[in-house]
């Protein structure tokens, strides 16, 4: 689950299976022109230094565990949207519609820890 670290239960989040997750995070890599296999920490040695996305500090980070700042947030919502626009489009895929409506749950809860200035939680 990852939520913001406001205290309050009823602010947005959004919430995958391990698995799910780990499918989630393998889009927007694809969606980025790399594969997240190849990646160090994801059964590759591909170093992450050597991927320029703003979308690193997500794909790149424990499933379950730490945070990402307000200002990380903001550098990534603008390249999360712009992924829900352009694949919105795109057809034969069966699970697009999910990831889709996972990222704009993504983009809701980031805008959320912007406007109340606290880090998004991974838990």
Do not use: N
């Amino acid at each position: 689950m990852l939520f913001p670290g406001d205290g309050d239960v009823t602010s947005p989040d959004v919430s995958w299976s391990y698995t799910g997750f780990h499918m989630f995070r393998e889009w927007l890599a694809h969606a980025e022109g790399f594969t997240l296999a190849e990646m160090d920490g994801f059964g590759g040695d591909r170093a992450w230094s050597g991927i320029s996305t703003t979308l690193a500090p997500l794909l790149d980070h424990p499933d379950d565990s730490g945070s990402l700042t307000p200002a990380q947030c903001a550098a990534m919502l603008p390249r999360l949207e712009a992924i829900t626009d352009q694949l919105h489009h795109e057809d034969g895929d069966p699970v697009l519609p999910r990831r889709i409506d996972d990222a704009r749950q993504l983009v809701t809860v980031m805008k959320h820890c912007l406007d109340k200035d606290v880090e998004l939680l991974f838990g």
